[in-house]
């Protein structure tokens, strides 16, 4: 299995290593970035989380994108999303700005590969097992987060108890919301808007997630490599403190580590907030 994850990571380098040749801007950073970054090695090839083998497949769709290859974009985005649900987060985007000469070509030959991805899952698959596994993501998993942890704690000042039944679904849909607008708020299709969308869109899902795994931050470091952003970089780097949970028997959620990990994002996010506005200015 490692083998396979170190197949993918090095193909998708292979095809990183030619965006510079496509105009596609900071494709030297992102190969310090993201493919030598401890975070994506050790999480992805170590411990074989599928995170890394998305990325792959989406560098792979934007690679297609950028040589107007919808059908070939189609058929890697489908890969991803099969490999994880997460990409779905782009779906807004792509419909609403890709052009309408395109769309049609780009989601009809989606929705052929994604009928025939699911298909076997889907004929076998217990539906209301499979809402329920949901369910226990948004409703009962907690670990690493940051607004919801706050929204938990005003959630027991008011009722005495914890209100992730009801913060967690509002969480997720306002995340969804989000991304919407922001899916509006771009105005063209290009290689550079994807990205700064991309990493709102995936930001915004760990910002207002219940839980936030270490792993769950490669997506980002990605897209924090192709628009030269330092603070998912560090992020990567100090996500890995939360591990001291795992070191406590009964295991205990330190709170403290939480609160020193986002606090330092926080002062990172404001030194470094004009790169962030640049970037969603000019990608508007």
């Known amino acids: 299995m490692k083998i396979i994850y170190l197949i993918f990571h090095l193909f998708a380098l292979k095809t990183v290593l030619s965006w510079n040749r496509k105009g596609i801007p900071q494709a030297t950073f992102l190969l310090l970035a993201y493919f030598l970054n401890p975070l994506v ?11 890394i083998v998305m990325v792959a497949l989406l560098i792979l769709m934007y690679d297609a994108f950028s040589e107007n290859k919808y059908r070939s974009a189609a058929f890697w985005y489908c890969l991803a999303i099969a490999t994880k649900l997460l990409p779905l987060l782009l779906l807004p985007y792509l419909y609403l700005k890709m052009p309408k000469e395109q769309k049609s070509r780009f989601f009809i030959s989606g929705g052929m590969c994604l009928f ?59 995340t969804f919301l989000l991304i919407v607008k922001n899916a509006f708020n771009k105005s063209s299709f290009g290689i550079q808007p994807q990205f700064a969308h991309g990493i709102f869109a995936f930001g915004m899902f760990l910002l207002l997630s219940t839980t936030v795994h270490p792993w ?68 508007t």
């Open 41 to 51: 090695i050790i999480e992805g090839i170590g411990n074989l989380h599928i995170e």
């Open 116 to 174: 025939l991805m699911f298909l076997p899952i889907t004929l076998g698959l217990d539906l209301i097992n499979l809402s329920k596994s949901v369910n226990l993501y948004f409703q009962k998993f907690e670990f690493n987060a940051s607004v919801y942890y706050v929204l938990r704690w005003l959630g027991k000042l008011i009722s005495g108890y914890n209100l992730i039944l009801y913060i967690g679904p509002l969480l997720a849909l306002s």
């Open 216 to 283: 769950y931050v490669i997506t980002l470091v990605f897209f924090a490599g192709l628009l030269d952003l330092k603070t998912p970089l560090i992020w990567s780097f100090l996500i890995t403190l939360t591990y001291i949970n795992y070191s406590l028997q009964p295991y205990e959620e330190q709170l403290w580590v939480v609160a020193i990990e986002y606090g330092i994002i926080v002062i990172c996010l404001f030194v470094e907030r004009k790169k962030w506005l640049n970037i969603e200015g000019k990608n």
